[in-house]
């Protein structure tokens, strides 16, 4: 338990460092994580996760991509077959949103912690105030525990 903690820790750490960045140019898609992933120019929310993963030393593995997951809707399907799918998210754990309650989740962030019964904070790439999956930073945010998904992912798990 405590080595996961620190897991948990150093995932934020790394991710909260990151918070701030900004694609450039602006609305290209263009970053240091699509850069790393070897998929730039594109939405860049999970690259954005699998590179906090990777950098804490937690690769998530082969999602779809060898270095983690570009879609969300690919990365819930695995998270769902491999069972780490959780109701008590913990800090570190991956979060995605399904905005219009349609089954489809379209965003994807790193939960931190609990604000209120019913909101939690997030660190998310590629969002911003204008543009929930679409805007070209890494912010904080605030959101609702409606319409998301939690996955405590399992570093045993990951294969190459």
Known sequence: ??????IGAKIIRIASNEVGYVETPPNSNKTKYGQWFGF???AWCGMFVSWVYAHAGQRLGNIGFKKGFAGCQTAVA?????????????????VFFDWNGDGRYDHTGIYVKQVSDTEFESIEGNTSLTNQSNGGQVMRR???FKNVLFVHPDPSAIKP
């Open 1 to 6: 338990r405590m080595t996961e903690e620190l």
């Open 40 to 42: 730039d120019g594109v």
């Open 78 to 94: 695995y998270f769902k077959k491999q069972g780490t799918i959780t109701d008590n998210p913990v800090e570190g754990d991956i």
């Open 142 to 144: 605030v959101r609702k």
